[in-house]
């Protein structure tokens, strides 16, 4: 027997079958396109093998409140045909089994907690940064969730006073994320950060910004392992800057674990969010 | 069969007697001096019961892993005799009873959520404005713990412009506790909180601070319900003004049930702590 998992994200999904060790048998990828588009390439796909349960790590923001009516939702999204998309119930009725569902965030955190770089703890956060900027958590065993999901990704950051680029998010500006994400590091500096390799001011300005956030993430949910994904996490030249400003501002407040071991890539790469959703699976069973 | 409780603030000690339902059938209040000076008095109370469980809410910073030599333990406070002090360790040895530990503000939380403002929730956070200011939060019916406890009231948050004074955290300066617990607003406004009531300014840039901390701790940890308590929060006149500023922040990002329900003063007024405590010693027993 084995259990399906979906990681859908805004461009791409990634369709898997795997085991309850989190072994992947056989993934595919389909693009983003409308329900109408994507949906039934991604049934045809799990309706050829027999699954105990799907797990889905979706983007947002959705509903993960198990007692509303509207749960399995993805609720208020700007993209096209996805608001009020019924995920979780479209995949109930067209494969009758069980469900897990929650945010593709979340369900990274999961599976570096339960097979990547934070296995054996009992708490960790994920944040990508990428298109935009998310985060996901586990706490005491649980993900987290209360009125809905963290939207982590919009908190707001102290600015650097030199830095006068106006900020990319639609609905605050300046946040983190219309600071950092990959958007607004490609309009501030007028190139794509893959292209932006060799030049270190803009990955200074990045962990400046990154690292702040951390130390409100830490002082807010004491996360045990901090682990961070996303495309602009692939420039590894970020990390240490990112390390160095962290225990600039922690300035000896918190004890925390040596950097290096706490503030981490993927232990699983890119396939966080695809372990995360298998796990969620069998948690639906 | 009653329980024990002890809150533990960095002036005063409350001690408890009370039942599983949380009511208090006997408390007392000491001055917080040294621990040679304060425990003896605190079990001499306790040893007039014969109790099944003692539960501790304690100022901090304190050791909650249970895992760790230190366990129970006050841990790198500034207050004098203090600091490194077995509490938990101490407590069962002169009671030899199961003894529950947190911290004062996890406490409150969990109090508040079992029989106060957030009863029924799976989730609740818990700010206390005072002489300085602390979080505690509830998670899935979970205190909020990882690598240790929250440290919440030394969030960043971004100044008015117009204000120039250089806070008062011992640690960070304008950290928010550094710019809006009651000693701050001593030192700015040249009085104490309480006799500031009627100058509308000091709660206008009190609830601007107040409001962007609020935000942050939603995005971050989605809680159902947010309690303020504290000395403080006592100047009522903040919460309306807390409220429509976190309105302009949210600008209708996320979906938040109505604010006067949402952020709200303890249901337990003063008792949330010790009512908290109780509930520790319980799930200790």
Known sequence: ????????????????????????????????????????????????????????????????????????????????????????????????????????????????????????????????????????????????????????GHILVRRLPSDSYIGKCPYHGDCLEGLAAGPAIEERWGKKGADLAGQPEVWELEAYYLAQALMQYILILSPEKIILGGGVMKQSQVFPLIREKLNELNNGYIALPELADFIVPPGLGDQAGITGALMLALAAE
Chains 1, 2 share one sequence.
Request: hydrophobic share 40%; with cysteine.
């Open 1 to 152: 027997m084995v259990y399906g998992a979906i990681e859908a994200g805004g461009t791409k999904f990634v369709c898997a079958v795997g085991d309850e060790k989190g072994h992947i048998i056989e993934s595919i990828q389909l693009p983003t396109k409308t329900p109408d588009e994507t949906m039934p390439s991604v049934i045809d796909f799990f309706k050829r093998y027999e699954l105990k349960a799907l797990g889905i790590g979706s983007f947002g923001p959705v509903d993960v409140n198990k007692e509303s009516l509207t749960y399995g939702n993805i609720t208020s999204t700007p993209k096209p045909g996805w608001r009020d998309f019924p995920f979780a119930r479209t995949m109930e009725q067209a494969l009758k089994i069980p469900i897990g569902f929650n945010t593709d965030v979340n369900a990274a955190a999961l599976g570096e907690l339960t097979h990547g770089a934070a296995k054996g703890l009992g708490s960790c956060l994920y944040i990508t940064v990428g298109t935009g900027i998310g985060g996901g958590a586990v706490v005491r065993n649980n993900m987290l969730q209360g009125l809905s999901h963290p939207e982590m």
